[in-house]
């Protein structure tokens, strides 16, 4: 297979690439890329070929439609820091792809603050929701921005999350000619930018916010529900049972609220969920709290269990929180569940406990009795009141 070269290439253009890059574009036959990024070569006889819109469904048939050329694909500074480098790669394989690596945004915008690149957080909101954007006190993250209403709406989404002070730093055409630095705060953010920007935070919660954490165990109230919640405590002792690694997929079947599926989500950005709720009002509340808690690609499927599961990818956990008795549905996750994948299973009622234990005897794992209380006013006085009891049932399937 021939080999794709690809050249990243930032705002400062043709003068800004090495020798090396230089070369390549020179001796190509065919040069992909966009609008902007070709405008900043200067003329040859290679085929110019800007990249539709949208662009990723393209691609194979571009690179099938010039097979056998000199290809060169231009990218925006490092090709393989959320650009098409890496889309490239996964599609041909690393042995088919070579590339030629420029400074990144992200490169440039640390040099311009100062800021070490190794204790900086990098998101992108190309292609993603703004709401995607998950802030903690005393972090600095650098935004990739979708274009010139991102920086208003990330200073907006701080704001209503109690990071108002933070300090926002946007870059726009960063290397290039016309670069320019604009500084505020989330809360009195006004400045009007270009449409290819870099924003810096350097995040700061407003006095009297209490922070929500990536780990496990957020407050019962941080979600909109209706009683049918896995409580603070049981949820991270489920989450613990789960034990989420990065990239894997989480089936909550009968999430509820869908607390387990979120939290599962928060512990690392490339965790996936899909929460599975046959109550209409329930499955409309796991996509208002998926979207305040800072996972909007939680995928939720409003839908009964099992028949609910038969088109699902293929997870690397479940947990079933609802419908643990409901005939088939433990069958058909452990049937889907890949070898290696974890099985958790809570269940509160003598019929759902008796289930669990028979699965058990079946298969193995361990059961676990879960007993919670809180300290609750009894007349003038404070004591304790007990939460009804879980049965948790926990499993790995070799």
């Not at 839908?303 to 609910?308: L, Y």
């Not at 003598?350 to 009894?378: C, M, N, Y």
């Amino acid at each position: 297979m021939a080999t794709i070269t690809v050249v990243g290439i930032g705002a400062d253009g043709w003068d800004g690439l090495s020798l090396s890059a230089q070369l390549e574009l020179g001796g190509a036959e065919v040069i992909i890329g966009s609008g902007r990024q070709l405008a900043l070569l200067p003329a040859s006889d290679a085929l110019a070929v800007p990249w539709p819109s949208p662009m990723l469904p393209a691609v194979e048939p571009l690179l099938a439609e010039h097979r056998g050329k000199r290809v060169c694909v231009l990218a925006s500074g490092d090709p393989m820091m959320f650009g098409i480098g890496g889309t490239l790669v996964r599609l041909l394989g690393a042995a088919a792809v070579r590339v030629v690596p420029h400074p990144s945004s992200v490169s440039l915008a640390c040099a311009r603050l100062g800021w070490p690149v190794e204790e900086v957080e990098v998101v992108s909101l190309v292609g993603r929701p703004v709401e995607s954007l998950l802030a903690q006190p005393n972090r600095r993250l650098l935004v990739l921005s979708a274009g010139a209403a991102t920086p208003g709406e990330v200073a907006e989404l701080l704001s209503t999350r109690g990071y108002g002070p933070t300090p926002m730093v946007v870059f726009e055409e960063l290397g290039g000619a016309g670069e320019r630095r604009h500084d505020g705060t989330a809360a009195t953010w006004s400045a009007r930018v270009g449409g290819l920007n870099v924003i810096a935070l350097d995040c700061l919660l407003a006095p009297g916010v209490s922070p929500l954490g990536r780990t496990p165990g957020l407050p019962d109230d941080a979600f909109d529900h209706d009683g049918q919640l896995t409580k603070r405590e049981v949820r991270a002792v489920t989450l613990a049972a789960l034990a989420p690694l990065p990239g894997q997929l989480l089936w909550d079947v009968g999430a509820g609220s869908g607390s387990v599926a979120i939290e599962w989500m928060r512990t690392h950005p490339s965790c996936g969920a899909v929460a599975v709720e046959s109550r209409a009002e329930r499955a409309e509340a796991i996509l208002r709290n998926a979207q305040l808690l800072s996972v909007p690609a939680l995928t939720v499927v409003h839908g009964r269990a099992p028949a609910a599961l038969s088109t699902l990818p293929r997870p690397d956990a479940i947990f079933v929180g609802g419908g643990v008795s409901g005939d088939g549905v433990l069958a058909a996750c452990w049937e889907a569940l890949r070898a290696g994948g974890r099985l958790v299973a809570n269940a509160v009622t003598l019929e759902s406990e008796s289930v669990l234990t028979r699965w058990q005897a079946g298969v193995g794992g361990a059961l676990t009795r879960i007993e919670v209380s809180r300290a609750a006013p009894i007349g003038g006085f404070t004591g304790w009141k007990p939460m009804m009891p879980v049965t948790q049932w926990e499993v790995v399937k070799t």
